[in-house]
């Protein structure tokens, strides 16, 4: 394209968006004249400013109905496989709930991990996949065995997955030593045996470290339960079940600007804000996609702004988005009214019928729409 | 006509009534729980006392002299004998209790950090909302309601407990009452203030009640039964309780009768009191009925879908609306709705008599309210109506002028709004223009059967009349079916031509060749006069006879279902036919095109008018689909059945190589997992094959035709019903459960072939063996547990999007804004667009640059 096109083009930054002046780069054919191209872009102004949002439009009703029409062809109980059975998804209305809902904890937290591109062949991949998974040592034992007599703990461990993890005995014990207190500890090839220190002879100390000792972390990333990775368009990308964006994030191998979980509140505590509505975005986005549905991206942004409105991430809820109405009627009208008339009681509020709901209870036009303006007239 | 005085509600204030001011606004003191004296005439001083207003015909209020339906109602009140908590406040007392000092009543904060904390209140209230304010407030309390000792007289605190619902203990001892009124009256304003209390208009001591308000009878009315008794309501029942009680409070207290009785009375007392406030506390027993049915008093009547707020507030009803069955007519206008004249009959509009429309008015007068199109009422200048009988008619005729309102009939060409429920969108309440037919149901377009999710399969509709010029013209601008065809949801159409319509306009433009005489004929059955495009030559193609329809300066370049070109050059179809992708709704890009250029009402017409014509011409060429549509040659049934059996035999031999210990799984897959998929793969490629080559040897059928053009039916349907119906599937995969080991007791368990897994290899038309019928009836019956479950999810969910974002606005910046101002976004969806504009939710720049760019070529 011609500089002085593109530049004409340019010109128009602060009266059209900035996608639409994109997608006029690419569709404006190379050849074309000066003359046609401003015409063109006139045109384009036109149809831009007559497609704008008249005042008053009450947008938020139109994308909470654009959601919630087609809310009832929303399958439900749809789990997608992303592999490994273990690993599914939530989707469809389920899902939908859940993000809308700002639930803290999701019912199938995953990650996608992209890595930087020197990572990005099959070996390092596997070997960064093993080594995000978090392995508990309950994972690796073979055998355990309890010896009364002598108050010892003897772990058989599995001498393959030791291989395939990389692990000896004894790099294991550094991992948690600091925290058995009453024990000692010693390693043998792939065992490992406890000892209690003190000569208490209940056997009860022993079992509890049994099941204590299942669950200590000896490796991996504390969450992240599953890792598949797969091939995306001459990439490897690696899907996790459990998330924690955080520690991910700090590793180097992480291409941390696209890395990113499902978790709508982890994202808000990791990258903020900002990041969190944007996440609600292409969450909702992604799961009405693949319900085949059709609904236009601004409806959505429109339930993650308000959700993130007050810096905090908020449920379309009774205790969330709902509770932070001016107005104590339409707190009312929602959920639990009495409570919320006793509260405004108590507190003296003052309801200045600014809302839809106020007014329709007490007959009045409510400020939308032709509603909105007021006639002045001089009577005579 | 009297100027209209409007008087507008600036605002509403909450706040609870001190004692003195019950008293004060109260008309009557009662004091005796018997409500009719023995001429069955209200006591006074009794619950249905003539001062707290009237619910009898004929009687007035003492009050304010006015009559039944006329006083509003006045409130009572009655001194309690002993004060009384009140339930709902039963949380603050105890938080008060807790964080104030027992014996000097002050607020246990040191005296240098209350300013501290009113301040730092304010601004979090300011800066934050009053949600955060709350938040604050319960974190200051609990802080500090612990504290052992008064940080302003050092005295020792006792731990106070709650006993629900309503019994306080301060250590071991019960705090009556009394002393919890005590306790609230000591402490200070300035202190309060800390709880978010509005200290102006409030004292904590009000929330234990030694008055209460009796509500006005008109709150509570009384109905007389058929054999004239009276059944007072559940309210007075509860209320009648409270007085007795009180009164024999009273008695015992002056007669000196022994604590226990007075302290069992008081008990009494509080717990009618709690119920008729609230009758769903958790650890009282309700208040039943002698039947055992449980009261209804005041929570009950506020609370929930049925409750005042949502169900009488919040739910408006209307005069002048209608409801029947609705049938399908294609002749009628899209934006019309035909009315049954019965209706039209009742229904009304009122039209304002003025020097112009008096003759015109007059003849609906002098047809009254039998003949139609006649008129009901008339409604005098004085605002004085008057119905319309034979009687009154010549009368009224002769008075009637400039001023009145005449209340006629509807006529064709009056609006209307039609509505259908779930109303889940917008394009669920249209306007559309009445016309008057004979019969008893609504018609409408089938093309708008869709916005409205309507079909007429015994479907009913609503219908309301708009009563004023501005309700009309709000209907009419706003609301009107052609202002409403594309979607706010998506940017595009939601009307388009159906099945018939389709179906006939895509034979039309592909095959069919007619005489010009019949193309004449078709084309003025749809509404065209004009044939001078028509060629004049004995035969006409069907694409000649379509293109009559479309405007003359037309291009449009697209693709049809099959991906073939559609070009309209000047208005002439050249190339292609219409089918779905070009005449449907969503994809009708077609129609889209032509609204576009042409605008909402010109495409609205074309529609009828292409509707007409695909269903004209299916009425000519005939059209009808049987049960030999589905016929397959023999060697076609051949192969597809050979399909299958290979199909079936790679599965056989699958699981025996599982079974062998054969099989290799895939990465990251058991066994097991890659059994099942490798045999779903290769039922479902069997089944898509089969499907492939039933699509191919079918007859050119109208089954075929239809699922082709898209009117109705797809390629899956077909194979269905010719072919093969394939695997149910259960949640993905492939049925496995039942029986044990097994999923009908007609297979022999672990038998994981095709056929027991719910395969099923006929199809619809060969029919189906007992087992694969029960397959098919298991996945249907979950797919029907399915929708049954998910209509109340997404309609709870609906309902919390739409109270949340109800009050978002775009304003005059072009800012999103909510009711008290607060910026949402900066500007609609970063780009201010309307989606119901947009094309798609976008600008149209290619059709703009091609436009300019081929001007001059």
Same mark, same amino acid.
């Given at each position: 394209?011609?500089?002085?096109?593109?530049?004409?083009?340019?010109?128009?930054?602060?009266?059209?968006?900035?996608?639409?002046?994109?997608?006029?780069?690419?569709?404006?054919?190379?050849?074309?004249?000066?003359?046609?191209?401003?015409?063109?872009?006139?045109?384009?102004?036109?149809?831009?400013?007559?497609?704008?949002?008249?005042? /008053?439009?009450?947008?938020?009703?139109?994308?909470?109905?654009?959601?919630?029409?087609?809310?009832?062809?929303?399958?439900?109980?749809?789990?997608?496989?992303?592999?490994?059975?273990?690993?599914?998804?939530?989707?469809?209305?389920?899902?939908?709930?859940?993000?809308?809902?700002?639930?803290?904890?999701?019912?199938?937290?995953?990650?996608?991990?992209?890595?930087?591109?020197?990572?990005?062949?099959?070996?390092?991949?596997?070997?960064?996949?093993?080594?995000?998974?978090?392995?508990?040592?309950?994972?690796?034992?073979?055998?355990?065995?309890?010896?009364?007599?002598?108050?010892?703990?003897?772990?058989?461990?599995?001498?393959?997955?030791?291989?395939?993890?990389?692990?000896?005995?004894?790099?294991?014990?550094?991992?948690?030593?600091?925290?058995?207190?009453?024990?000692?500890?010693?390693?043998?090839?792939?065992?490992?045996?406890?000892?209690?220190?003190?000569?208490?002879?209940?056997?009860?100390?022993?079992?509890?470290?049994?099941?204590?000792?299942?669950?200590?972390?000896?490796?991996?990333?504390?969450?992240?339960?599953?890792?598949?990775?797969?091939?995306? /368009?001459?990439?490897?990308?690696?899907?996790?079940?459990?998330?924690?964006?955080?520690?991910?994030?700090?590793?180097?191998?992480?291409?941390?600007?696209?890395?990113?979980?499902?978790?709508?509140?982890?994202?808000?505590?990791?990258?903020?804000?900002?990041?969190?509505?944007?996440?609600?975005?292409?969450?909702?986005?992604?799961?009405?996609?693949?319900?085949?549905?059709?609904?236009?991206?601004?409806?959505?942004?429109?339930?993650?702004?308000?959700?993130?409105?007050?810096?905090?991430?908020?449920?379309?809820?009774?205790? /969330?988005?709902?509770?932070?109405?001016?107005?104590?009627?339409?707190?009312?009208?929602?959920?639990?009214?009495?409570?919320?008339?006793?509260?405004?009681?108590?507190?003296?509020?003052?309801?200045?019928?600014?809302?839809?709901?106020?007014?329709?209870?007490?007959?009045?036009?409510?400020?939308?729409?032709?509603?909105?303006? /007021?006639?002045?007239?001089?009577?005579? | 006509?009297?100027?209209?005085?409007?008087?507008?509600?600036?605002?509403?204030?909450?706040?609870?009534?001190?004692?003195?001011?019950?008293? =004060?606004?109260?008309?009557?003191?009662?004091?005796?729980?018997?409500?009719?004296?023995?001429?069955?005439?209200?006591?006074?001083?009794?619950?249905?006392?003539?001062?707290?207003?009237?619910?009898?015909?004929?009687?007035?209020?003492?009050?304010?002299?006015?009559?039944?339906?006329? *006083?509003?109602?006045?409130?009572?009140?009655?001194?309690?004998?002993?004060?009384?908590?009140?339930?709902?406040?039963?949380?603050?007392?105890?938080?008060?209790?807790?964080?104030?000092?027992?014996?000097?009543?002050?607020?246990?904060?040191?005296?240098?950090?209350?300013?501290?904390?009113?301040?730092?209140?304010?601004?979090?209230?300011?800066?934050?909302?009053?949600?955060?304010?709350?938040?604050?407030?319960?974190?200051?309390? %609990?802080?500090?309601?612990?504290?052992?000792? *008064?940080?302003?007289?050092?005295?020792?605190?006792?731990?106070?407990?709650?006993?629900?619902?309503?019994?306080?203990?301060?250590?071991?001892?019960?705090? %009556?009452?009394?002393?919890?009124? #005590?306790?609230?009256?000591?402490?200070?304003?300035?202190?309060?203030?800390?709880?978010?209390?509005?200290?102006?208009?409030?004292?904590?001591?009000?929330?234990?009640?030694?008055?209460?308000?009796?509500?006005?009878?008109?709150?509570?009315?009384?109905?007389?039964? $058929?054999?004239?008794?009276?059944?007072?309501? &559940?309210?007075?029942?509860?209320?009648?309780?409270?007085?007795?009680?009180?009164?024999?409070?009273?008695?015992?207290?002056?007669?000196? #009768?022994?604590?226990?009785?007075?302290?069992?009375?008081?008990?009494?007392?509080?717990?009618?009191?709690?119920?008729?406030?609230?009758?769903?506390? #958790?650890?009282?027993?309700?208040?039943?009925?002698?039947?055992?049915?449980?009261?209804?008093?005041?929570?009950?009547?506020?609370?929930?879908?049925?409750?005042?707020?949502?169900?009488?507030?919040?739910?408006?009803?209307?005069?002048?609306?209608?409801?029947?069955?609705?049938?399908?007519?294609?002749?009628?206008?899209?934006?019309?709705?035909?009315?049954?004249?019965?209706?039209?009959?009742?229904?009304?509009?009122? $039209?304002?008599?003025?020097?112009?429309?008096?003759?015109?008015?007059?003849?609906?007068?002098?047809?009254?309210?039998?003949?139609?199109?006649?008129?009901?009422?008339?409604?005098?200048? =004085?605002?004085?109506?008057?119905?319309?009988?034979?009687?009154?008619?010549?009368?009224?005729?002769?008075?009637?002028?400039?001023?009145?309102?005449? $209340?006629?009939?509807?006529?064709?060409?009056?609006?209307?709004?039609?509505?259908?429920?779930?109303?889940?969108?917008?394009?669920?309440?249209?306007?559309?223009?009445?016309?008057?037919?004979?019969?008893?149901?609504?018609?409408?377009?089938?093309?708008? *059967?869709?916005?409205?999710?309507?079909?007429?399969?015994?479907?009913?509709?609503?219908?309301?009349?708009?009563?004023?010029?501005?309700?009309?013209?709000?209907?009419?601008?706003?609301?009107?079916?052609?202002?409403?065809?594309?979607?706010?949801?998506?940017?595009?159409?939601?009307?388009?031509?159906?099945?018939?319509?389709?179906?006939?306009?895509?034979?039309?433009?592909?095959?069919?060749?007619?005489?010009?005489?019949? #193309?004449?004929?078709?084309?003025?059955?749809?509404?065209?006069?004009?044939?001078?495009?028509?060629?004049?030559?004995?035969?006409?193609?069907?694409?000649?006879?379509?293109?009559?329809?479309?405007?003359?300066?037309?291009?449009?370049?697209?693709?049809?279902?099959?991906?073939?070109?559609?070009?309209?050059?000047?208005?002439?179809?050249?190339?292609?036919?219409?089918?779905?992708?070009?005449?449907?709704?969503?994809?009708?890009? +077609?129609?889209?095109?032509?609204?576009?250029?042409?605008?909402?009402?010109?495409?609205?017409?074309?529609?009828?008018?292409?509707?007409?014509?695909?269903?004209?011409?299916?009425?000519?060429?005939?059209?009808?689909?049987?049960?030999?549509?589905?016929?397959?040659?023999?060697?076609?049934?051949?192969?597809?059945?050979?399909?299958?059996?290979?199909?079936?035999?790679?599965?056989?031999?699958?699981?025996?190589?599982?079974?062998?210990?054969?099989?290799?799984?895939?990465?990251?897959?058991?066994?097991?997992?890659?059994? $099942?998929?490798?045999?779903?793969?290769?039922?479902?490629?069997?089944?898509?094959?089969?499907?492939?080559?039933? +699509?191919?040897?079918?007859?050119?059928?109208?089954?075929?035709?239809?699922?082709?053009?898209?009117?109705?039916?797809?390629?899956?349907?077909?194979?269905?019903?010719?072919?093969?119906?394939?695997?149910?599937?259960?949640?993905?995969?492939?049925?496995?459960?039942?029986?044990?080991?097994?999923?009908?007791?007609?297979?022999?368990?672990?038998?994981?072939?095709?056929?027991?897994?719910?395969?099923?290899?006929?199809?619809?038309?060969?029919?189906?063996?007992?087992?694969?019928?029960?397959?098919?009836?298991?996945?249907?019956?979950?797919?029907?547990?399915?929708?049954?479950?998910?209509?109340?999810? %997404?309609?709870?969910?609906?309902?919390?999007?739409?109270?949340?974002?109800?009050?978002?606005?775009?304003?005059?910046?072009?800012?999103?804004?909510?009711?008290?101002?607060?910026?949402?976004?900066?500007?609609?969806?970063?780009?201010?667009?309307?989606?119901?504009?947009?094309?798609?939710?976008?600008? &149209?720049?290619?059709?703009?640059?091609?436009?300019?760019?081929?001007?001059?070529?």
């Amino acid at each position: 394209m011609k500089k002085e096109h593109e530049e004409l083009i340019e010109s128009y930054a602060d009266k059209l968006s900035l996608s639409v002046l994109d997608e006029v780069k690419i569709t404006v054919p190379a050849d074309i004249t000066k003359e046609k191209l401003s015409k063109i872009m006139e045109e384009i102004v036109a149809a831009y400013e007559s497609a704008k949002v008249n005042p /008053g439009e009450c947008v938020g009703l139109v994308s909470a109905e654009s959601i919630g029409e087609p809310g009832t062809q929303m399958t439900l109980n749809t789990f997608h496989f992303a592999g490994v059975s273990e690993m599914n998804v939530t989707t469809g209305l389920p899902r939908i709930i859940e993000i809308f809902d700002a639930q803290k904890e999701i019912k199938t937290p995953t990650m996608e991990i992209y890595l930087e591109s020197k990572y990005n062949n099959l070996d390092a991949v596997k070997k960064f996949a093993a080594k995000i998974k978090e392995t508990l040592l309950g994972e690796l034992v073979e055998e355990y065995s309890l010896n009364i007599f002598e108050q010892t703990l003897k772990l058989t461990l599995n001498k393959g997955l030791l291989k395939d993890y990389d692990l000896t005995g004894k790099e294991i014990i550094k991992n948690f030593k600091t925290k058995m207190k009453n024990f000692n500890l010693d390693s043998e090839d792939n065992t490992i045996i406890f000892t209690h220190k003190g000569k208490a002879e209940e056997i009860k100390e022993l079992y509890n470290l049994k099941e204590k000792v299942k669950d200590v972390k000896i490796k991996g990333i504390k969450g992240i339960k599953q890792v598949l990775p797969v091939k995306r /368009g001459g990439e490897y990308v690696i899907l996790t079940s459990g998330t924690n964006l955080k520690e991910v994030l700090e590793l180097d191998e992480v291409d941390s600007q696209r890395t990113f979980c499902n978790d709508i509140y982890e994202i808000y505590e990791v990258l903020g804000i900002e990041a969190a509505r944007q996440a609600i975005i292409n969450e909702v986005y992604k799961v009405i996609q693949a319900q085949g549905l059709n609904i236009d991206i601004r409806h959505i942004m429109l339930v993650a702004d308000i959700m993130c409105a007050n810096g905090i991430v908020k449920g379309v809820t009774r205790y /969330g988005v709902v509770s932070e109405k001016a107005s104590v009627l339409a707190r009312a009208s929602f959920e639990t009214p009495i409570k919320h008339l006793i509260n405004a009681a108590l507190e003296g509020e003052v309801d200045n019928l600014t809302s839809v709901v106020e007014n329709v209870m007490i007959n009045q036009p409510v400020p939308l729409g032709t509603g909105l303006p /007021g006639l002045v007239t001089k009577m005579k | 006509m009297t100027p209209q005085v409007h008087k507008k509600i600036e605002s509403i204030s909450f706040a609870i009534f001190s004692p003195k001011q019950v008293t =004060d606004s109260a008309t009557a003191k009662v004091v005796t729980p018997e409500l009719y004296d023995r001429e069955g005439y209200p006591v006074d001083g009794g619950l249905m006392d003539l001062r707290l207003g009237v619910i009898d015909p004929g009687l007035r209020c003492k009050t304010c002299g006015q009559k039944l339906k006329e *006083c509003p109602g006045h409130f009572g009140y009655i001194e309690l004998a002993r004060p009384v908590i009140h339930i709902k406040f039963v949380r603050q007392i105890y938080d008060l209790l807790r964080a104030s000092c027992r014996s000097c009543g002050r607020i246990l904060i040191p005296e240098e950090n209350i300013k501290r904390y009113v301040t730092m209140l304010n601004t979090v209230g300011e800066e934050e909302g009053f949600e955060a304010r709350r938040r604050k407030i319960k974190e200051l309390v %609990s802080k500090y309601k612990a504290k052992e000792t *008064c940080p302003h007289c050092n005295t020792r605190q006792e731990k106070i407990k709650l006993e629900k619902p309503y019994n306080f203990y301060e250590g071991e001892i019960r705090l %009556s009452p009394i002393e919890v009124r #005590a306790r609230l009256e000591k402490t200070l304003n300035e202190d309060l203030e800390i709880f978010g209390f509005n200290m102006k208009e409030f004292r904590p001591e009000w929330i234990v009640l030694t008055v209460m308000q009796i509500p006005p009878v008109t709150m509570r009315p009384s109905i007389t039964l $058929e054999s004239g008794e009276r059944s007072e309501d &559940d309210l007075t029942h509860k209320l009648g309780d409270i007085v007795r009680i009180n009164q024999r409070l009273f008695e015992n207290i002056n007669a000196g #009768a022994p604590e226990v009785i007075i302290e069992d009375l008081w008990d009494l007392l509080q717990y009618h009191i709690t119920t008729f406030f609230d009758n769903e506390v #958790a650890q009282l027993p309700p208040a039943r009925h002698r039947g055992g049915q449980v009261l209804k008093t005041l929570a009950t009547r506020l609370n929930s879908k049925e409750g005042r707020i949502r169900h009488n507030l919040a739910g408006k009803r209307t005069d002048f609306s209608a409801r029947t069955v609705i049938s399908p007519d294609p002749q009628i206008e899209l934006n019309e709705v035909g009315m049954p004249k019965d209706m039209g009959m009742v229904l009304t509009v009122p $039209e304002r008599v003025t020097e112009w429309n008096k003759e015109y008015l007059r003849k609906f007068v002098e047809n009254g309210s039998k003949k139609y199109p006649g008129a009901n009422y008339i409604i005098k200048p =004085d605002g004085k109506r008057k119905t319309i009988t034979l009687e009154t008619r010549d009368e009224i005729l002769a008075e009637l002028s400039e001023g009145y309102i005449v $209340e006629r009939h509807l006529i064709d060409g009056d609006v209307a709004l039609f509505n259908r429920q779930p109303s889940l969108h917008r394009m669920s309440m249209m306007c559309h223009k009445i016309k008057v037919l004979p019969g008893r149901t609504f018609r409408l377009n089938p093309a708008v *059967c869709n916005p409205y999710n309507a079909d007429f399969d015994g479907d009913e509709m609503n219908l309301h009349i708009p009563q004023t010029e501005e309700a009309r013209a709000e209907a009419k601008i706003l609301m009107l079916v052609e202002t409403q065809i594309i979607s706010p949801r998506y940017g595009l159409s939601v009307v388009g031509c159906i099945h018939d319509a389709i179906t006939g306009n895509y034979l039309l433009t592909k095959e069919l060749v007619v005489s010009r005489v019949e #193309a004449v004929d078709m084309l003025f059955s749809c509404g065209v006069n004009d044939f001078s495009v028509l060629p004049d030559k004995e035969k006409v193609d069907g694409r000649e006879v379509f293109s009559v329809l479309l405007p003359r300066d037309f291009n449009f370049m697209g693709k049809d279902k099959s991906g073939a070109e559609v070009r309209i050059v000047n208005g002439i179809l050249k190339t292609g036919s219409m089918d779905k992708s070009n005449l449907g709704q969503e994809s009708g890009l +077609m129609l889209r095109n032509v609204y576009e250029k042409y605008g909402a009402a010109y495409t609205a017409d074309l529609l009828g008018k292409i509707s007409k014509l695909g269903i004209a011409v299916l009425a000519r060429r005939g059209f009808s689909i049987g049960i030999g549509d589905m016929d397959l040659s023999i060697d076609t049934h051949n192969e597809i059945k050979d399909t299958i059996k290979k199909a079936e035999q790679e599965s056989l031999q699958l699981i025996d190589d599982y079974f062998k210990g054969n099989l290799e799984a895939l990465p990251g897959r058991t066994v097991e997992e890659t059994l $099942e998929l490798r045999i779903l793969e290769s039922l479902n490629r069997a089944r898509n094959k089969s499907g492939d080559i039933a +699509m191919k040897q079918v007859r050119d059928s109208a089954a075929l035709t239809m699922a082709r053009c898209g009117a109705r039916g797809n390629a899956l349907n077909i194979a269905q019903m010719t072919a093969v119906v394939g695997q149910q599937a259960l949640r993905g995969r492939r049925i496995d459960s039942g029986f044990k080991g097994r999923t009908l007791s007609y297979f022999k368990q672990n038998d994981l072939s095709p056929k027991a897994r719910g395969f099923i290899k006929n199809n619809f038309k060969s029919g189906l063996t007992p087992y694969e019928f029960f397959f098919g009836a298991m996945t249907g019956r979950d797919a029907l547990m399915d929708t049954a479950l998910r209509t109340p999810k %997404s309609g709870y969910l609906y309902r919390r999007l739409s109270n949340a974002m109800q009050d978002l606005k775009v304003e005059y910046d072009g800012t999103v804004r909510d009711s008290s101002s607060k910026i949402v976004q900066f500007s609609y969806g970063e780009d201010g667009l309307d989606v119901s504009k947009t094309k798609n939710g976008v600008v &149209d720049v290619k059709r703009i640059v091609q436009q300019i760019a081929g001007e001059a070529k």
